[in-house]
């Protein structure tokens, strides 16, 4: 091989590395992929849109859904700091009482009961809202985005 062509590969694998360096710098600080409660939060909304209400109805509907969104947070921000305790708890107690121990794995299961409940409740509360036909509609559609996101977990 001559010099020139050697060169002229040498600046063009030294432009590609560039480009890949800047391309990953671009999607690692302005590229964020949007979080998980926000992108199904839209897929929501966007089904409830479709469903054409009456927008008296609508507004109820999406009312009732934002209330359960913001006391599902609740909890689960309690769940979030249950199971913190139990790790602190378990990483200060020398011996281990393992009375303390079933109570901190109580209170999570309460808190998971709690949630459990809460979406049970908003279940009945959606059907109630929309009637049966257009609640089993909701949840079709919501199955059906499930299953098209499945590439992306969560």
């Known amino acids: 091989m001559n010099t020139a062509f050697k060169r002229i590969l040498i600046i063009f694998s030294v432009a590609l590395n560039i480009g890949f360096v800047v391309m990953a710098a671009c999607h690692h600080f302005w590229i964020r992929p949007e979080p998980r409660d926000e992108r199904h939060w839209k897929e929501l909304t966007a089904i409830v849109e479709e469903m054409t209400l009456p927008k008296a109805q609508e507004t109820e509907l999406l009312k009732c859904m934002t209330e359960f969104r913001k006391k599902v947070e609740i909890v689960n921000r309690q769940i979030r700091q249950a199971k913190e305790d139990t790790l602190i708890f378990l990483s200060k107690a020398l011996p281990l009482d393992e009375q303390l ?50 590439s992306h977990k969560g």
Do not use: C
């Not at 999570?108 to 509609?137: A, P």
């Open 101 to 150: 121990l079933h109570g901190t794995f109580e209170k999570t299961n309460r808190l998971y009961q709690e949630r459990q409940k809460l979406f049970e409740s908003h279940i009945v509360r959606l059907h109630q809202i929309l009637g049966e036909e257009k609640g089993v509609y909701l949840f079709r559609r919501i199955l059906a985005n499930k299953k098209s996101d499945s």
